[in-house]
């Protein structure tokens, strides 16, 4: 490290001794311009945190994210809903990030960044202060090694959780291709346009690969008729598809894999379904002689100069209605773009097919854009109780597969909900902190109330199956 870093920062006294640091390097790494700090709290994995993720790695050639523990977002800020475990899973997850760094300091130190060899620190336009008022990148401010990116806008961990206490339905999307193309949406047209030129925008971006600057998934809208929520079957007739975003099609030798879901509050449940998911592949490929220096590896580097890997990830987002007519209540939490957004940055997928079917039906997976997948994976979630099985087709084909139970099975938009209404005072407390609007008590009562009749209606048909 260089410079009179104990001027700049009192902390100093507080740093990590050799073998103590959270992470390795445990040794200080050479700084560089060219790796970018950025750090927060990343509380709820919303697309928010992967936009200022996205515009930061943008900015450089690594991107080094810092996550503050539980204890020090209580001490400066409120509570978290997601613990630090599942937060650091939210931010390993996303494409643009090299490495997290857990327990980084709530008010950014010049000696961390500095140890893990990063010059410039990121954070959007929003001031955050600490418990005491204060800027908490105060210190880089003052060493000029601050660089300010866009904060995207209608987004946020508060918003989230107003919405869950509020029992609010506003957000929904009726029809993502209507609204992309200005033709649904609040507004006169002329702001439908304008919003619908932004989401398109965004999901554009969110197309790149991990350096944030060059073409990355694919991504579709499907669109699907006469078919009603509640069926259990899709119709026989094949619905269509149009390209979003062009981005990279699968490769020679790539098996395609299709997962579909609802992704509401995208979070460590998800994330690690996908995980496990492409470990599965990569366990198959190994089996299989994917990795052995063979004429087949030595054509793959000769097509893309790098190897890749065996398998082709497509993710379905569920529409919005679909997932309300289960669920109930206000579900999903997250309408339909902001899903898929999450969906869209995870470093686990190559595809989106935004409104995707609930039940994949034959037709449906023989005329997917890619052919017909090799596997349908499902993972030991239970957010969703339903009266038929989704997957009989893919079981007829002989393609399903199942992720077993993980770590995280249970975290889930339901799970989140409650862990809100559980401790439901201090979400309150730190709304009012925001200056948002308080939930109140017969809000709140009201939202408990809709989810004992959504559990009873899940019980019914449970019974009537």
């Known amino acids: 490290m260089t410079g009179d870093l104990s001027m700049a920062n ?67 800020k409120g509570p978290t809903v997601m613990t630090l475990e599942e937060r650091v899973s939210a931010v390993d997850a996303c494409r643009w990030s090299t490495s997290s760094v857990p327990h980084a300091p709530y008010v950014t130190s010049l000696p961390w960044i500095s140890h893990y060899g990063c010059h410039y620190v990121v954070h959007g336009d929003d001031i955050t202060s600490d418990s005491s008022g204060e800027d908490c990148y105060r210190f880089v401010k003052a060493a000029n090694r601050f660089l300010v990116v866009k904060r995207t806008p209608g987004i946020s961990t508060t918003d989230l959780v107003g919405r869950m206490l509020l029992c609010t339905k506003n957000h929904f999307i009726k029809s993502l291709t209507r609204t992309l193309s200005g033709n649904d949406g609040p507004g006169n047209q002329e702001e439908r346009s304008s919003a619908a030129r932004e989401m398109g925008q965004r999901i554009r971006d969110y197309a790149s690969d991990e350096t944030g600057l060059q073409p990355g998934p694919l991504v579709l809208s499907y669109t699907e008729t006469g078919c009603a929520p509640e069926a259990s079957m899709a119709p026989p007739d094949v ?16 098996r395609i894999v299709y997962v579909d879901g609802g992704f509401d509050l995208f979070s460590s449940g998800h994330i690690e379904f996908l995980r496990q998911v492409v470990k599965a592949e990569e366990a198959l490929a190994r089996r299989t002689g994917w990795y052995d220096d063979n ?83 499902h993972g030991p979630t239970t957010f969703i109780r339903l009266t038929f099985d989704p997957y009989v087709a893919a079981k007829d084909m002989e393609i399903y597969q199942e992720i077993g139970k993980h770590e995280f099975q249970n975290v889930n938009a339901g799970e989140i909900v409650q862990r809100i209404l559980r401790s439901r005072q201090m979400y309150e407390d730190r709304q009012k902190k925001k200056g948002e609007k308080a939930a109140g008590e017969e809000a709140v009562k009201r939202r408990e109330h809709m989810e004992k009749e959504a559990a009873a209606l899940e019980k019914e048909r449970a019974v009537n199956r």
């Not at 560089?32 to 992967?50: L, V």
């Not at 209605?321 to 969906?343: D, Q, S």
Request: glycine share 10%; charged share 20%; aromatic share 10%.
């Open 239 to 254: 619905g269509t598809y149009a390209t979003i975003v062009d981005g990279v099609l699968p490769k020679s030798g790539q």
């Open 10 to 76: 009192p902390a100093v006294d507080d740093l990590p001794k050799p073998g103590e640091w959270p992470v390795d390097p445990q040794g200080d790494v050479a700084v560089s311009k060219d790796r970018i700090w950025i750090d927060g709290c990343f509380d709820f994995s919303h697309h928010g945190h992967a936009g200022a993720m996205l515009q930061a790695r943008r900015l450089g050639k690594e991107l080094v994210v810092g996550v503050h523990s539980d204890q020090d977002i209580l001490d400066n």
């Open 295 to 377: 004429p087949a590896r030595k054509e793959r580097l000769a097509e893309s100069n790098n190897d890749y890997g065996p398998a082709y990830i497509v993710a379905g987002i569920h529409d919005d209605e679909v997932i309300n007519h289960w669920k109930g209540v206000n579900y999903p939490i997250m309408n339909i773009f902001e899903r898929g957004l999450c969906v869209l940055q995870c470093r686990y997928i190559n595809a989106v097919i935004f409104s995707a079917p609930f039940t994949p039906s034959k037709p449906y997976l023989t005329n997917l854009p890619f052919g017909t997948p090799n596997a349908v994976y």
